[in-house]
């Protein structure tokens, strides 16, 4: 398995939701909105350590301007599982706070996928996932 890369984070970014490229900046991601093309995960580990003065939930991986790290398609790693939890097998796209849910299109429509959950999760809950970068097209 390859290692996660280093990008610069143009804006806050929780950790391990989805990101995509920020074409603002070279070398650079922010964190995906409803439905955004995911590039990859932003990293598991928050940018301070847990102290009872920085009670953030869910913590950030990075502010704007600092590096992290991001896991790109086919890592594995965990994702933070938004509305309506996810069952294992489902194939994941971003919610409006780069949280996955689980896809559901309806026919003749296109999803861009951007995870599949290795594992059952209900909302709020961290899912060990596959970085899976497509997009997705229901036959109509």
Do not use: W
């Not at 928050?46 to 003065?53: E, H, K, L, N, V």
């Not at 309506?84 to 489902?90: L, N, P």
């Amino acid at each position: 398995m390859a290692d996660a890369k280093a990008f610069r984070a143009t804006g806050s970014i929780t950790v391990s939701s989805f990101v995509k490229i920020d074409t603002t900046a070279n070398n650079s991601v922010a964190q995906c909105g409803a439905g955004d093309p995911v590039f990859g995960v932003s990293q598991v580990g928050g940018r301070t350590a847990p102290i009872p003065s920085e009670t953030a939930d869910p913590p950030l991986a990075a502010a704007a301007g600092e590096d992290l790290q991001v896991f790109l398609n086919t890592h594995y790693t965990i994702l933070r599982i938004g509305a309506g939890g996810c069952t294992a097998g489902d194939h994941l796209k971003s919610d409006a706070a780069g949280d996955g849910i689980a896809v559901s299109a309806g026919a003749g429509t296109s999803e861009n996928v951007g995870a599949i959950a290795l594992q059952t999760a209900s909302a709020g809950e961290l899912c060990p996932v596959q970085v899976h970068i497509e997009t997705l097209t229901t036959p109509v």
